[in-house]
């Protein structure tokens, strides 16, 4: 059965940066489509990246700011995140698809405050 787990959350000052990490296992992850979602208090989980060919996904609001990455040699994905604003605050969930299986990691909680 695959996993995954994420770490990397945190508490952090607007303007800062965090680097997410999402360890898979128990699946070949460089088939799957790895992306990472979050959900804020009272909102509906979103889709903030994902690693697609040629290039990656960004929703509008993290643009510039965040970055997918993924080293298959490690079964790892990461989000590296930049210029943190208060309205990123949510836990942040890695999620990996192949169409045909999908899994969720447990998330972890990014809060940014000052």
């Known amino acids: 059965q695959g996993q995954l787990v994420e770490s990397g959350g945190g508490l952090v000052q607007p303007g800062g940066s965090l680097r997410l990490s999402c360890v898979a296992s128990g699946f070949t992850f460089s088939s799957y489509v790895m992306s990472w979602y979050r959900q804020a208090p009272g909102k509906e989980r979103e889709l903030v990246a994902s690693?697609?060919?040629?290039?990656?996904y960004y929703a509008d609001s993290v643009k510039g700011r965040f970055t997918i990455s993924r080293d298959n040699a490690k079964n790892t994905a990461y989000l590296q995140m930049n210029s943190l604003k208060p309205e990123d605050t949510a836990v942040y969930y890695c999620n990996a698809n192949n169409y045909y299986n999908e899994y969720w990691g447990q998330g972890t909680q990014v809060t940014v405050s000052s």
């Open positions: 690693i697609t060919r040629p290039t990656g």
